[in-house]
């Protein structure tokens, strides 16, 4: 989404954008979503040690496509794709999207004894960020980590832009319905603690409630009475008929795309400090902060108990949503970033539309 989403951006400030990526049948559905697609035959970086994935063949591709479109700028989306950049010639932007900071989302998770899927040290993850002129970040902790990691270089926290349905308002439901959704990675085992702990405390006070868990994460959920896992689904016809959107993160990096996406929709969300990290501050808090699982249970009782209260949070949700979260948003954010990286790079970008 984060992806797709930036090209979204550049392609409503008219510039055009092609994509390298791997060669699969499940990106069929990126046809419409880019100018040109370029198609890679291997594989994704799989996890693990980071400095062992072979960025070569991407490489190799991204030369015969500077040569054919000569692109104002190219991104490499994570630190496992920088060294593309080495090819890059002067005078073409060299930017990574970093989504998480890895050095950190290896410490964390090891920490906890969970598997942090990529294994990196901040050295490691430094040594690729210094092949870009520009590093972007989504989340505003991750942005001062990384000002502390590359003293010099130039750092932006790009928020991702979260897309509605056509012609979507919000509104507030009436039923007792919470959702979580997380895909199946160790960090998403919150939720299934929010299942086993949380959830049970819920049904007590309010016994007609029912919680949805949508996602990968599902598969792990066994259905009850109150309980249904639905692993693949429409997602925003449940954020629309969902009274309470519940993210209980206890662990991870980056930020948390299913919150941003429950704001967006104007829901009232109930958040664990982990799942809020990073988030942008405002004087009149747009979701409920909680510093357990067994308080997010509080909190989510009291919300479906009080409907004028979830009504008002529900509200300052969707402003602060359509604040930091929409296109028009994230439009106004790259602008001005390229306005500044022009006089960085000392290159007039085109008026006319671009390549990247």
Known sequence: MRI????????RMGWSVCLIVPDRPSQADLTGQADRLEFVKCASYPGGPLTAFDASPFAEKLESVLRELAPDIIIAEYAWMA?????????VGRWVDCHDVLHERTRRFSALGLDPWVQCTA???SALLRYADLVICTQQREERILRRLLPGKR????????????GFRPYSVQSPLVITVGSDHAGNCGIRQFVDVGWPEVVARNPASRLLVIGGISKHITKRDSVIPVESCDIS???????IVVCPITVGTGIKIKMIEALRFGKAVVAT???????PETAS??????GSIRQTADEVSRLLADRGARAELESRAFSYGRRYFSHASAVRSVRSLLCRETVGRRKKLPRTRGHG
């Open 285 to 290: 808090p747009a979701w409920i902060t909680t």
């Open 237 to 243: 016809r449940h954020y629309r008929s969902a009274a």
């Open 123 to 125: 050295e490691e993850e």
């Open 4 to 11: 797709m989403g930036l090209a979204e951006v550049f392609r």
């Open 83 to 91: 060294p593309v950049l080495g090819r890059v010639p002067p005078g």
């Open 273 to 279: 400090r982990a799942a809020a990290e990073g988030m």
């Open 155 to 166: 750092i932006h926290c790009l928020l991702p832009p979260v897309g509605l349905p056509a």
